[in-house]
């Protein structure tokens, strides 16, 4: 059975960071990308980062881009979110998610629909 647990989100002011953290078990970790959805109050799931734990290979949403960090511990089947200047739109449940399709611009959409999920984390950034 997946299973993905996350931990790390918390209540922060904006210009802060924050460290998400996704241990996944019952599965093979290198056969997975791993990413990260985010779902804010009466908005629909925004897909954010994935990560390939095969090779490593890594895709950010736009506005993520140069502020978040993906990345693998391979040995700890653990993928993190280093998440650096956050600000208030960042608030958001964010929800780590397993799928077998490489990562990319497909992964959403299929991890979307079909991949396992966790059970999410909160970020709330204070302005």
């Known amino acids: 059975e997946v299973q993905l647990v996350e931990s790390g989100g918390a209540l922060v002011q904006a210009g802060g960071s924050l460290r998400l953290s996704c241990v996944a078990s019952?599965?093979?970790?290198?056969?997975?990308?791993i990413g990260w959805f985010r779902q804010a109050p009466g908005k629909e799931r925004e897909g954010v980062s994935c990560i390939s734990s095969s090779d490593g290979r890594t895709d950010y949403v736009d506005s993520v881009k140069g502020r978040f960090t993906i990345s693998s511990d391979n040995a700890k089947n653990t993928v993190y979110l280093q998440m650096n200047s956050l600000k208030p739109e960042d608030t958001a449940a964010y929800y780590c998610?397993?799928?077998?399709?490489?990562?990319?611009?497909?992964?959403?959409?299929?991890?979307?629909?079909?991949?396992?999920w966790g059970q999410g984390t909160q970020v709330t950034v204070s302005s």
């Open positions: 998610v397993a799928d077998r399709t490489l990562c990319g611009s497909s992964w959403y959409f299929v991890a979307l629909q079909l991949g396992s």
């Open positions: 019952g599965f093979t970790f290198d056969d997975y990308a």
